[in-house]
């Protein structure tokens, strides 16, 4: 997911890594200092329209090293978030490094994730514009349930419970979307879908030329 959002000025400077509180956290994590950008894949391609298979294998260094990737790829491309299959590997696990509705601030990864939302009595829906990084230049207006719970495992297989509300919650749910083979295109009218594909058209050119400084200024 891509960056549409921004905090409440009673901004709070915590930080929820892994879904617990830190008292500092750098603006780079570890993971990004350790990893490779690799290419992003865009609507249209296979490898996004395909559900994901689950991760059998933890505390690999392979599935270590596809997470740093993954956390440096977001960080260069202005991501709230980014799925495996974003990178063009299909396997359950999404990273995300995401503000929520207060301020704080969001980091972490999660494999096998399951998507829990509230009943349909008691959840609210709400119409956000979101933008998906491999719909390059895009937004659309996506109604999102304003709370959202995943359940999963961290890389070396320690259960994980990771709540969100507001625009965190949104990054949950899109996601988690990815991960069953679905962009949030696949939420829009025929009509919305149209314009959305549009938008891409004639601005992916100047977010791939943005990527590219962002990474060269980086080194990587």
């Known amino acids: 997911m891509s960056v549409q959002h921004e905090p409440s000025r009673s901004v709070d400077r915590r930080v929820r890594l892994q879904g617990h509180?830190?008292?500092?956290?750098?603006?780079?994590?570890?993971?990004?200092?350790?990893?490779?950008?690799?290419?992003?894949?865009?609507?249209?391609?296979?490898v996004l329209s395909r559900p994901c298979r689950e991760v059998t294998g933890f505390g690999t260094p392979e599935l270590s090293a596809l997470i740093d990737d993954m956390f440096l790829t977001m960080h260069v491309a202005d991501g709230a978030g980014l799925a495996a299959n974003q990178v063009g590997v299909d396997l359950r696990l999404f990273v995300y490094d995401c503000p929520d509705d207060q301020g704080v601030r969001h980091v972490g990864h999660i494999i096998n994730p399951v998507l829990e939302l509230p009943e349909p009595g008691s959840r609210r829906l709400v119409d956000e514009f979101e933008g998906c990084l491999s719909v390059p230049g895009a937004t659309m207006e996506v109604p999102r349930t304003d709370r959202a719970v995943v359940r999963g495992f961290d890389?070396?297989?320690?259960?994980?419970?990771?709540e969100g509300a507001g625009y965190f919650a949104r990054c949950l749910q899109h996601e988690s979307d990815h991960l069953i083979g679905h962009t949030y295109l696949d939420r829009l009218s025929k009509r919305d879908r149209k314009d959305?594909?549009?938008?891409?058209?004639?601005?992916?050119?100047?977010?791939?030329?943005?990527?590219?400084?962002?990474?060269?200024?980086?080194?990587?």
């Open 21 to 46: 509180p830190v008292e500092t956290y750098p603006a780079l994590p570890p993971e990004a200092e350790r990893g490779a950008v690799r290419r992003i894949t865009v609507v249209g391609e296979e």
């Open 155 to 162: 890389k070396d297989g320690n259960a994980l419970l990771i």
């Open 196 to 220: 959305a594909l549009r938008q891409m058209d004639n601005r992916q050119d100047d977010v791939f030329a943005q990527r590219e400084t962002k990474a060269a200024a980086l080194e990587r």
